[in-house]
């Protein structure tokens, strides 16, 4: 395990829940880290699945503010393939997500497959 990864990547929804994945972004930011907390959608949705998507992103803009990082709100027709470009662009080494609730091939493993150098802190 990476204690101080030098880029990390908080994917996060559209659910208040998320306070705490950014709090364990924080909480493993070392002094050279770069935390990015990043939410992908689909392109033509909503960005966070609530009708004032003006206070919900102002929201994560600020929750992403005080724990030391940056927003990314990013549109894609390929969310996988949108965050693993991120990742790679962004030298990422722990993505810190939330656990899937589905079974099943869950974006989780997608990114796992494709990001193998990159470490997982999956928060259940």
Do not use: W
Not at 34 to 47: E, R, S
Not at 83 to 105: D, R, W, Y
């Amino acid at each position: 395990m990476n204690n101080n990864p030098k880029g990390i990547m908080v994917c996060v929804t559209g659910q208040r829940s998320c306070d705490r994945l950014i709090a364990r972004g924080q909480e493993r930011k070392g002094a050279e880290t770069k935390l990015y907390v990043v939410h992908c959608v689909h392109t033509g949705k909503n960005f966070l699945d609530n009708p004032d998507e003006a206070d919900a992103v102002e929201y994560l803009f600020t929750a992403a503010q005080l724990a030391g990082g940056e927003l990314s709100m990013i549109r894609s027709d390929d969310v996988v393939d949108s965050l693993v470009q991120f990742a790679n662009e962004h030298k990422i080494e722990l993505i810190i997500m939330g656990a899937t609730p589905t079974p099943g091939e869950s974006i989780i493993t997608k990114l796992q497959r494709q990001l193998i150098d990159v470490e997982f802190d999956i928060i259940g």
